[in-house]
């Protein structure tokens, strides 16, 4: 298998990425310009130095099947690899530092990630950053697909730590918010309890803020009865409270500086729980680049007076 794999070239593992998106000999022909026959050929070369059948043929289309979705998920990270080898080479060439993916939790995002990001480019003025934003479940299938170098965030399966390491940077508080005009803002004594009337905005399912949420809700015995929405977007959330009267539970360091301006409110309420820490993630046993390296070692200093004040 490993004289196998040696023999996949470049463009091999480009005809794979492309039909694994089209799923159709006929457009990834046209989106490599070669022919049709050239593209079934090179699908039968491709499977016969595998020995085995990647794609099920059908009548519209191809449709991987288990040990082509795993080949496929190869050639994606190969060329995910060699794009970066290719601009991280260029940029160092033309006197630059490199380029650095960083994949972040939304409420890390609010305070942590800004401050590390502004350290970094003090000292590294001409590193080129590119920083997604997204729950920690998609976060780390695109560390492991090599889309990001780096996140910030939690492991969503215990699986997960045979694969990557985890280094802790912080606690997160959360609080329950609402927009400026909701009749709750100055209650006292309220209890988390007495809210299941009030329409609230969730995070998805698939989340570590979801999960929390659905714990602290569950153990004060809350069944919500009025509307709920569902948005992993803040700042989709953070409208709908200014318009409406709904509820939201959110990272109380993304909030904090919406609250000081006026534009949400703190709802006075004590939550039975709290997010579980946050950390840095990077794939396991893996040399980073000097970019990389420098990043976390900002990261660590500027982590280390947060963890403290958490």
Same mark, same amino acid.
């Given at each position: 298998m490993a004289q196998a794999c040696s023999r996949l070239r470049f463009r091999h593992l480009q005809f794979l990425d492309i039909l694994g #998106?089209?799923?159709?000999?006929?457009?990834?022909?046209? $989106?490599? #310009?070669?022919t049709q026959p050239a593209a079934t050929k090179i699908l039968m070369d491709i499977e016969e130095m595998l020995e085995s059948r990647l794609f099920e043929r059908l009548s519209r289309g191809m449709r991987p099947n288990e040990l082509g979705l795993f080949t496929l998920r190869y050639a994606a990270s190969a060329l995910a690899g060699h794009r970066k080898f290719v601009d991280e080479f260029n940029a160092l060439r033309q006197g630059g530092h490199g380029h650095l993916t960083i994949g972040a939790i939304t409420g890390s995002a609010a305070h942590l990630l800004i401050a590390s990001v502004a350290e970094i480019q003090r000292l590294r003025p001409l590193l080129v950053l590119k920083i997604l934003e997204h729950s920690? =479940?998609?976060?780390i299938v695109?560390?492991?697909?090599?889309?990001i170098d780096l996140m910030i965030g939690r492991f969503?399966?215990?699986?997960? $730590?045979? $694969?990557?390491?985890?280094e802790r940077l912080s606690g997160e508080m959360l609080d329950v918010v609402a927009g400026v005009h909701h009749p709750?803002?100055?209650?006292? =004594?309220?209890?988390? +309890?007495?809210?299941?009337?009030?329409?609230?905005?969730?995070y998805p399912t698939s989340t570590a803020l979801r999960r929390v949420s659905d714990e602290a809700l569950g153990n004060t015995g809350l069944a919500l009865s009025s509307g709920v929405v569902e948005t992993p977007s803040f700042l989709f959330a953070m409208a709908l409270m200014q318009s409406t009267d709904?509820?939201?539970?959110?990272p109380a360091a993304l909030v904090d500086k919406y609250v000081k301006k006026g534009l949400l409110a703190r709802i006075p309420v004590a939550l039975p729980t709290r997010m579980p820490d946050y950390g840095l993630i990077t794939r396991l046993d893996e040399v980073l680049t000097p970019? +990389?390296?420098?990043?976390?070692n900002v990261?660590?200093?500027?982590?280390?007076p947060v963890s403290d004040a958490a």
């Open positions: #998106h089209t799923r159709n000999l006929r457009l990834t022909a046209e $989106q490599m #310009h070669i920690s =479940d998609q976060l695109w560390l492991a697909e090599r889309k969503t399966e215990e699986s997960q $730590q045979t $694969q990557f390491q985890y709750l803002r100055a209650a006292t =004594d309220l209890e988390l +309890a007495k809210l299941a009337h009030w329409p609230w905005i969730l709904m509820l939201s539970l959110q970019a +990389a390296q420098a990043f976390i990261l660590r200093s500027v982590a280390a």
